[in-house]
């Protein structure tokens, strides 16, 4: 398959939890509490797995961290894919929305610490 990608995906482990998620047009879910695990992440998305079953094309919030306190990004996260990959468990592709090009920093310094690796 042919990656489209704009930006190489990196693995990384970090552990979420969505509680709420919401669409445009102002269509809110609250109390989710979907437990997530995400797998990897690149400047424009991160995919991530979990049990919960989680609709297609809804957003959530959501602080990431990638090294030190100093490299969280606060950022919407669009779910636009979701694939079954055993009973009960379900792997999600999501893209970051409206995160401020100033934070590429972040991606940049966490992209040379997996590069020494």
């Given at each position: ?42 400047r424009n998305g991160i995919g991530f797995r979990s049990a919960s079953v989680l609709p ?40 970051l929305v409206g995160m401020s090009s100033v934070l590429d920093y972040i991606f940049d ?9």
């Amino acid at each position: 398959m042919e990656e489209k990608r704009q930006n190489k995906r990196f693995p990384v482990k970090l552990e979420l939890e969505i509680s709420s998620l919401f669409k445009q047009d102002n269509v809110k879910v609250d109390n989710i509490h979907a437990p997530i695990e995400v797998m990897n992440i690149s400047r424009n998305g991160i995919g991530f797995r979990s049990a919960s079953v989680l609709p297609l094309n809804y957003y959530f919030n959501a602080k990431i961290q990638l090294g030190d306190s100093d490299s969280s990004l606060y950022s919407v996260v669009k779910i636009i894919r979701q694939q079954v990959i055993e009973e009960n468990m379900y792997f999600y592709g999501c893209e970051l929305v409206g995160m401020s090009s100033v934070l590429d920093y972040i991606f940049d310094e966490f992209q040379e610490e997996m590069n020494k690796d």
